[in-house]
């Protein structure tokens, strides 16, 4: 009897010998939460970190279409030119100054007093210069600041989707301005493919340097060449001899400030809102601005 006691004591009991110690059990449970606990760590942190991006990207978006506006004014987004028929332009074409104009600085005494070169000099330091150091004169210094440059475009896209054609009639030199327009990338938006750019040597061929009279002539000339009269053309300049002396033969505006115009002021003069009916009716019946 006491042998069977002590035989049944030893042998395990049925099942028991895969089971683990209860402690061995606890620590296994604890181990599985911990690892579940980490895992939903980890997904929300992933979370976290994907709003936290697109919301972040959201703001950017918000942020530079927001100076986009400011810079290049109603209606016109991310350089595009107004395609909604919405406006119309008072003008067939308008003539701009170069210096102090399109500019803001009058290039003619930057490049003799500050680089002390001819244009050919200058043209070549366009084309061949360090880009840092020929953007820190071109966009930063001459048409002040690349937010204006993008502001120039837009206004550019603006008025020649509306149909105007955009022209220069200046006493700085051709071959200057067009390396500076092209360097910015305004040439093509300015021109297209038929620019209407007149510089100092086509205007000196007529009268003495800077005689507002040569401005006078060239712009009459283009004019008459396409049968316009005096309020089909708007002239800008910031010199008050030569708005005095074209606003005999078109319309003008003279640019004040001594900072270049204001390229959403410009657009404003040029383009005529249309009612929401007209520009209904416009893109139902196709006609062009």
Not at 64 to 80: E, F, H, S, Y
Request: glycine share 8%; net charge positive; hydrophobic share 45%.
């Amino acid at each position: 009897m006491g042998a069977n006691k002590r035989r049944n004591a030893e042998e395990p009991r049925e099942g028991g010998a895969n089971r683990p110690p209860p402690q061995a059990a606890n620590t296994n449970n604890a181990v599985l939460q911990w690892r579940r606990h980490l895992l939903l760590v980890v997904v929300s942190l992933v979370v976290v970190i994907s709003v936290i991006v697109h919301l972040t990207d959201f703001r950017e978006g918000a942020s530079d279409q927001a100076m986009a506006d400011l810079a290049v004014g109603p209606g016109v987004r991310g350089g595009q030119a107004p395609r909604n028929r919405s406006a119309r332009a008072r003008y067939k074409a308008v003539a701009y100054d170069y210096d102090k104009t399109l500019t803001v600085v009058d290039v003619l005494v930057y490049t003799r007093k500050r680089l002390h070169m001819n244009p050919a000099q200058i043209v070549d330091l366009i084309a061949h210069g360090a880009k840092k150091k020929v953007d820190a004169m071109v966009v930063d210094d001459w048409f002040g600041g690349a937010a204006r440059v993008e502001a120039l475009r837009a206004h550019f896209r603006a008025l020649r989707g509306a149909g105007v054609a955009l022209w220069i009639i200046s006493f700085s030199y051709s071959e200057v301005i067009e390396a500076a327009l092209k360097h910015v990338g305004l040439h093509k938006e300015m021109f297209g493919t038929n620019p209407v750019l007149l510089g100092r040597r086509e205007l000196a061929k007529l009268h003495k340097t800077q005689d507002p009279r040569s401005k006078q002539y060239w712009i009459a000339k283009l004019m008459k060449e396409r049968g316009w009269g005096k309020s089909d053309v708007l002239f800008l300049d910031d010199t008050q001899r030569n708005i005095r002396a074209l606003a005999k033969t078109s319309a003008v505006m003279r640019v004040k400030g001594n900072r270049g115009i204001n390229p959403r002021d410009v657009t404003d003069a040029v383009l005529v809102s249309l009612p929401v009916e007209d520009a209904d009716e416009d893109a139902v019946d196709g006609d062009g601005p």
